[in-house]
């Protein structure tokens, strides 16, 4: 249609200049004025081509944006105002979709600090890949994402394009395993690895300070006259229950581990050794009157055993 007006009016326009050249007889002026109106006509159906091929390029980027099962965000690079969101991300971030001028450092960033490194790195190679942050989704509610950077310029103004990969459940994967490589499965406490390594650390910290510790190397009376006499679940709830006694009355600061079987490691940290050997006696007193309702057996409490510093 739109090129049929445009014959039209070009038709139009010769007709009357040619009208106009020949009352004048001046055929020189159809001449000219066909050119230039078959010039003119050429670059208007240049132009409104490009502006058709545009538009088709547009809508069909945005069905592709919108339909990508990843939620993507494009911003303005410079105050990082939301231009546009998909369906996927308006679903993630409810806020994003409201209306009001909404900013990519609540979605796409941890905070400005962040987004400012990210901005730099982005200056410099244009993409980022592979930045894992953790994002809010909603209040309250958090989620841990991998996200790829795109620098791109629309309509003149540089934009940043994002897009995310939700990790939440890798992550809650990678928390499960570290936490059963450092902890012991019976106790609860840090096994002998995760406490040997607490201990060297602790002890690399304080090299260049003074810094007054006890430290206890404990193990359990008579446990292999428990497991034979009444059995392992019996050995191992004993274990459990020395276990949560000394747990109970540590100082967050203070490292315990089992270091293997029956025997635990325990630091007390900033405490002098007449404090140590004062909270190890509570606890041996709590311990010996549980480990005998355990065992049910009042002769096996033996003597308290010497603190090893």
Known sequence: MADFLVLVYVACYIGGGALSSLNSHRLTGVCISFFILLTFYSYKKKDFVHQCKQKEASENLRKLFDINPYPLILSRLDDGLILLTNERAQKEWPLAAEGGPQYDTRYVFRDAEDRAAVIEQLQKTSSLKNHVLQQMTAPGFTRWAIVNYETLEINHVRCILSGFTDITQLKKVEGELAKHASIDLLTGQRNSRSGMEALTQMFAES????????????????????????????????????????????????????????????????????????????????????KKQLSDNSDNAGSSPPLVH
Request: proline content about 1%; overall charge negative; some cysteine.
């Open 207 to 290: 090299r260049n300070d003074w810094v007054e510790c006890t430290l206890c190397f404990i193990d359990i009376n008579n446990l292999k006259q428990v497991n034979d006499q009444y059995g392992h679940r019996e050995g191992d709830a004993l274990i459990t229950t020395v276990c949560n006694v000394f747990a109970a009355n540590i100082e967050p600061e203070d490292i315990l581990f089992r270091y293997g079987g029956d025997e635990f490691i325990m630091l007390f940290f900033h405490k002098s050794n007449e404090a140590a050997e004062f909270i190890w006696a509570a606890m041996y007193k709590e311990k010996t009157s549980r």
